[in-house]
């Protein structure tokens, strides 16, 4: 004869099946990591499903942490995640992609990815889910691209950053007056403006460009490779100068990691 069923409620303890009924499962890019207490680490990722997150991972700075490195800056790592009302707490992780492993040992790549991910942790802080994931889908294809040594790491980065820019509503303009928006080729270019302007428009001061280094911008923000990968140094580094104080401009802040244009 079957036994009744004990219809009591048990108690569940925080690591019962009750606790891990809460949790959700993502992927992500890992983009910054904060000390917590003795031996804990906040780590700041951006998903594709749901923005950016910051969750807590226990333990992860003792050396017998069963996270490993999968919580390393530019990682993509999949997560699952127990929500809490002041910090979710994470759980379990799985490396999807050794990015921060395939980006340490080359100084400008990893110079270049820093900034990429400081950019991206800037632009996804409001809870727009719908920005977040053409943002994520940038990013991610970025640093891939960084990974892969697939173009120059500056052109890499700066065309990243006029693209991230572009998705947060903030495009530049390139191929007509970005004041008055009269069509052709302008060669004065405005950061406050938001890209080339005519003669009539171009504030005093306003830097003037050739029609290689607007060419340049221009195939940037498009990804352009053919163009880009034709630029000289000069041009070079008139054109990420600009994108540099445009990024500043719109974010209100210097970033740090952003020196490595410079290189440039």
Partial sequence: MNKPLNKTPRKRSRGSGTYISQSYRTHGIVLR?????EADRIIVILTADRGQIRAVAKGVRRTTSKFGS?????MHTRLQIVPRRDMHIIVQTETIHPYGMMLTNDYDSFGAASAMVETAEQ???DEDTAGAAQQYRLLHGAIAALARRAASPIMLLA??????????????TFGE????GIQ???????VSLGGVVCDDCAPPQTPYATDDVVALLAALLAGDWTIVSQAEPAQI?????????YLQYHLEKTLQSLSVIDQG
């Fill in 33 to 37: 990591t904060y000390k917590l207490a």
């Fill in 70 to 74: 999968t919580l390393e800056p530019f």
């Fill in 123 to 125: 632009l996804t802080r």
């Fill in 159 to 172: 065309s990243y950053l006029l693209r991230a820019l572009a998705i947060a509503g903030w495009a530049p």
């Fill in 177 to 180: 007056c970005s004041k008055c």
């Fill in 184 to 190: 052709g080729r302008h060669n004065w270019l405005s």
């Fill in 237 to 245: 580094r008139q054109a990420t100068s600009f994108v540099a104080q």
